[in-house]
């Protein structure tokens, strides 16, 4: 079982940055890939992927309309990964989710409770 807990999302207008946090419990954090996810409130809309960093490598991929705003990041030291989000939009504005996932035959994907950023115009 891993536990995953966000935190740095609020409200920021559209120019801006902030930083998401993702702590994971467990002792073998660098073994999972980490990713980010975020779920816009209106009806509707579906949960989507925003940017991933592997376990092994640290290779890093992101969806495209965050490519050259968003970093991901990870300090497996600190049992962490991290979204620096630059030059904000309000199309932005979502709840973010952190997800990990085992490595093994079978994979299991954990998720966080969600960070709420909202970019205002």
């Known amino acids: 079982q891993v536990q995953l807990v966000e935190s740095g999302g609020g409200l920021v207008q559209a120019g801006g940055s902030l930083r998401l946090s993702c702590v994971a419990s467990?002792?073998?954090?660098?073994?999972?890939?980490m990713s980010w996810f975020r779920q816009a409130l209106a009806p509707g809309k579906e949960r989507e992927f925003v940017?991933?960093?592997?376990?092994?490598?640290?290779?890093?991929r992101y969806q495209d309309s965050v490519k050259g705003r968003f970093t991901i990041s990870r300090d497996n030291a600190k049992n962490t990964v991290y979204l620096q989000m630059n030059s904000l939009r309000p199309e932005d504005t979502a709840v973010y989710y952190c997800a990990a996932d085992t490595p093994g035959p079978i994979v299991s994907r954990y998720w966080g409770q969600g960070t709420q950023v909202t970019v205002s115009s």
């Open positions: 467990g002792r073998t954090f660098s073994s999972y890939d």
């Open positions: 940017a991933a960093v592997s376990r092994s490598c640290g290779t890093t």
